[in-house]
């Protein structure tokens, strides 16, 4: 008898890297700190969400899904740029993977214990801004009616607050 194919079944079937990322962004393989950059910043590249919403890391013609303990990426800093030639003000974020995007302003949120979120990677990921990234952007963060919001390029943004 012929066995049907089942793609849950694949996905549940992946088996763990061994690696965790902790809130900070730091990356463990077996309770050991991983520090090569490269091999990090490989598997950021490789990195993908699965059905379940685990992190899967697929190179090299393997599979594995990775521990987090909140988000796979975390914003380390940002930059406030202000009107040019070739762009409108902007937030430029530092991420965990050692990229620059530009912060999407409608993807902001707090989450559990006041911890701000965007999302990066054209939405795809969730990353939680540090205690200096967060202290950064409050500088533009502001409040109205029990709102809060940034104001950029003549439009209001409010941040809202939701549990993850």
């Not at 079937?13 to 520090?35: Q, Y």
């Not at 699965?50 to 393997?62: C, M, N």
């Not at 009107?83 to 050692?98: A, Y």
């Not at 999302?119 to 990921?125: P, Q």
Request: proline content about 5%.
């Amino acid at each position: 008898m012929r066995k049907e194919h089942d793609p849950e079944a694949e996905v549940t079937d992946i088996p763990p890297c061994l690696i965790f990322i902790d809130k900070e962004g730091r990356w463990f393989h077996k309770g050991a700190e991983m520090i090569h950059r490269e091999i990090i910043r490989l598997f950021y590249e490789h990195m993908s969400v699965d059905s379940l919403g685990r992190y899967v890391i697929e190179w090299a013609g393997e599979r594995c899904y990775v521990e987090v303990e909140d988000t796979p990426f975390v914003v380390r800093g940002i930059e406030y740029q202000a009107h040019s030639e070739d762009h409108e003000d902007r937030f430029m974020l530092f991420l965990s993977d050692d990229t620059q995007e530009q912060l999407k302003p409608d993807t902001l949120y707090v989450g559990k214990e006041n911890v701000l979120y965007c999302k990066v990677k054209d939405g795809r990921f969730p990353a939680r801004f540090l205690r200096p990234a967060y202290y950064q952007m409050a500088r533009y963060i502001l409040e109205e009616n029990g709102q809060f919001f940034i104001s950029l390029n003549g439009r209001k943004y409010v941040i809202p607050c939701r549990e993850q």
